[in-house]
Nanobody
Framework: QVQLVESGGGLVQAGGSLRLSCAAS????????MRWFRQAPGKEREFVAV???????VYADSVKGRFTISRDDAKKTVYLQMNSLLPEDTAVYYC??????????????WGQGTQVTVSS
């Protein structure tokens, strides 16, 4: 069983920065791809960033160059450093993890979300 707990959200002015954290339980963290998603009011949940078990990263075009995803396997934590924040970054941010058994996806896990509000 995996539990994901996000923290670090808050209210920030446009141009400011926040760092989100997602603390994971379970024994599969170090081999897992970890992802961040976000959902703004009235919009579909959208992909933000992913980091692989080896540290490779992919970002949504909307955040590329401004956000950085990283991980600390010893702490079983994934981070999202958000710089140059824009009002359109306002959303609830979620971390996400899949687990696998015998090479097949077993389950999906979402954190509870943390609110990020960027004022203009």
């Amino acid at each position: 069983q995996v539990q994901l707990v996000e923290s670090g959200g808050g209210l920030v002015q446009a141009g400011g920065s926040l760092r989100l954290s997602c603390a994971a339980s379970g024994r599969t963290f170090s081999s897992a791809f970890m992802r961040w998603f976000r959902q703004a009011p009235g919009k579909e949940r959208e992909f933000v960033a992913v980091i692989t078990s080896s540290g490779s990263t992919v970002y949504a075009d909307s955040v590329k160059g401004r956000f950085t995803i990283s991980r600390d396997d010893a702490k079983k934590t994934v981070y999202l450093q958000m710089n140059s924040l824009l009002p359109e970054d306002t959303a609830v941010y979620y971390c996400y993890q899949r687990t696998f058994s015998n090479g097949q996806m077993e389950a999906e896990y979402w954190g509870q979300g943390t609110q990020v509000t960027v004022s203009s």
